[in-house]
């Protein structure tokens, strides 16, 4: 059986896929405030967003570096990695 948080994002995807018929719209709205009254789903990314337990910090660190050398990010979020980094002693 494929994860909750899996079926919440297709079903998500369905509604707001112009593709989809308004009556499998409606499906994916019961079916997704069902998923969401489980105690499972509530939550899950917002919970797990600050975690960084079993991340590996060298992974992580790469990461923040590419941050800093991607023209297409802001400066917002390089001072942020830069921050990071400099906490972590990796720069």
Known sequence: M?????QAGGH???INNPRVSDEAKEHSRQALDELESETGTQGTRAAGADDDEGKDEV???AGFKATLKNPNVGQQAKDHAQEVLEERGAL
């Open 12 to 14: 998500k995807a369905a």
């Open 2 to 6: 494929p994860l909750p948080t899996r």
């Open 59 to 61: 992974r992580q660190n």
